[in-house]
């Protein structure tokens, strides 16, 4: 299964290669979609937890225990629809197809369930409707 | 046959029959092009895109004492100044000053960047906010003043309209990246290895698709412009009519283009967006109407024209160069399906013309017609038809498609 998620890392673990341990012990793939990691700083990633559903929660668990804050609640990313002009060029670069144009109407639908946060869309946008709250 | 005076007549009495171009295509597959040419009178098309080609003029009124104004910035935006002494134009894609931008960008939440342009200043005044603007005067016998600032709106200025060289794009290309390379284009991000094609043209509902060969618009028609009313003033910079076509009259690639004047103070800023692409530049979207009077049994049939029967050639942006690689033509039906296949390879096409906004800008010109608010004008001169394209450095409409 795939779970995303965001880490919120001490100072002090910011160093720590986290993804090599998550495949190392849990076999888990952890896949970067976001960081903010910065020296000597709180750092944060959103990353897609790739992996066997115990084996995810065993990671989770260790990481936990890390001193790493993990949350399901990722980044979000949201749409100013008074802003967006419907000009779809943010469908072109959407990886997951979370942004579509509907085939009658060619207005923009924004599929939220299948955003992975990639930003990918943000500064596509030509009028700078896409925004994310992290 | 109609004439316009009969038409106008018709639409201030309340009575002409007004349809938009799709709603004209589809009448003409139920009742065929005879019977849509005895019920319709005027046929609404309407656009929503980037037109880089565009500005506004601005006469600021005169300062005692008087400034002759040779240096100009409008929210750190620089404006031309080479007129008379209060006269301005402020490009579309004019950017601030580099040294001035970089300073700007240090400072976090600056209003002023790199992706604010002309465009935005021309959206916020039609808006009615109010713009910084600081100008650098020569100082003669007439003009003693050197400089001066203040605060502007739209209302406290003279003029204040557009006047766009270059607009109404009939037809255009398709971008994609061959290269390996991400590339960061005048139609959006390409990615490499051909990861998506971007097309700026909304198809068969484009006006000057609906006049392939200019027939029933040219010098003075009425148009919708921005929300307001504006005119076709000229061809537009790039006019190229002579363009290869299909049999159907519509050209396989960028053909003819007009140049387009309207007041400003008069536009909604829903209509005028100032926009930016990224690590290109800013720009403005702007929304065009143009009603096609129903004058002869030709034009609903140069309208009926669906977006199956339309090309555009796609184009390698890979190869920076003037003549750039082709793979050929796809039709506007292809595109608009969001994929089409390239090298064997399905790949997602995305606009950048709204679609959906075209589609209400020829609406709201129906319904303004309609309500007996909008008439229609005969034009003065004709668009040429013969200009040829000198080759010095035009982007895009060079393409060798043989
Ligand atoms: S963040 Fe990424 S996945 Fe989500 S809508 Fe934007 S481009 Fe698509
Ligand atoms: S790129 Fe921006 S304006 Fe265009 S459809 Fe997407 S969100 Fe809307």
């Given amino acids: 299964m795939k779970k995303r998620v965001t880490l919120t890392f001490p100072q002090t673990t910011v160093h720590m290669p986290i993804t090599y341990k998550l495949a190392k012990d849990f076999n888990v793939a952890a896949n970067i979609i976001r960081a903010q990691v910065a020296p000597n700083q709180i750092g944060k990633l959103v990353v897609e937890l790739q992996g066997d559903i115990d084996e995810i929660q065993a990671a989770i668990e260790w990481m936990r225990i890390q001193d790493i804050d993990v949350s399901s609640a990722s980044g979000e990313i949201a749409i100013d629809e008074d802003s967006c002009v419907d000009c779809g060029l943010c469908t072109g670069v959407c990886p997951t197809q979370a942004l579509i144009l509907d085939p009658e109407s060619f207005q923009l639908v924004f599929k939220r369930s299948r955003c992975v946060v990639c930003e990918q869309c943000i500064p596509t946008c030509p009028v700078g409707a896409i925004s994310t709250n992290l | ?402």
């Fill in chain 2, 1 to 402: 046959m109609r004439t316009i005076a009969e038409i106008n007549d018709k639409i201030l009495q309340g009575k002409a029959v007004v349809w938009t171009a799709e709603e004209l295509k589809i009448k003409v597959q139920e009742i065929g092009i005879s019977k849509a040419f005895k019920q319709v009178d005027v046929i609404c098309t309407g656009t929503f895109e980037p037109m880089e080609s565009s500005g506004a003029i601005i006469n600021l009124g005169h300062t005692d004492p008087p400034i002759k104004i040779r240096q100009c910035w409008l929210d750190s935006i620089p404006a031309y100044a080479g007129f008379g002494a209060v006269d301005l134009y402020l490009g579309a894609t004019a950017m601030a000053d580099y040294s001035i931008s970089e300073t700007l960008e240090r400072i976090p939440d600056s209003k002023t960047d790199r992706e604010r342009g002309g465009g935005h200043v021309i959206e916020d005044l039609i808006a009615g906010k109010s713009i910084h603007l600081r100008a650098i005067g020569q100082q003669t016998d007439c003009y003693p003043r050197a400089s001066f600032e203040n605060n502007i709106t739209k209302n406290t200025i003279n003029q204040f309209y557009l006047f766009n060289p270059r607009n109404l794009y009939q037809n255009f290309i398709v971008g994609v990246n061959g290269g390996d390379r991400h590339l960061h284009t005048y139609l959006g991000p390409l990615q490499p290895r051909l990861g998506n094609a971007v097309y700026s043209n909304p198809g068969a509902i484009s006006p000057l698709m609906n006049d392939p060969d200019l027939d029933v618009i040219g010098i003075g028609s009425k148009i919708f412009l921005g929300g307001g009313v504006g005119y076709i003033a000229w061809e537009g910079t790039q006019h190229f009519p002579l363009q290869k076509r299909l049999p159907n009259r519509t050209p396989i690639g960028p053909a003819a283009t007009v140049a387009i004047i309207g007041d400003a103070k008069q536009m909604n800023s829903r209509w005028i967006r100032g926009c930016y692409l990224k690590n290109y530049g800013p720009s403005i979207m702007i929304g065009v109407g143009v009603p096609l009077p129903v004058l002869r049994e030709e034009v609903i049939l140069h309208c009926a024209v669906r977006d199956r029967d339309i090309v555009a050639p796609i184009v390698d942006f890979s190869i920076p160069r003037r003549v750039r690689p082709t793979f050929g033509l796809v039709t506007y039906q292809q595109l608009k399906s969001g994929r089409i296949k390239l090298e064997g390879k399905s790949v997602r096409v995305a606009p950048l013309a709204s679609i959906a906004l075209s589609r209400k800008v020829a609406e709201e010109l129906k319904e303004l017609i309609g309500a007996g608010k909008f008439t229609l004008t005969e034009f003065v001169a004709p668009i040429p038809k013969d200009r040829s394209f000198v080759p010095q450095d035009r982007r895009g409409s060079s393409l060798n498609l043989d």
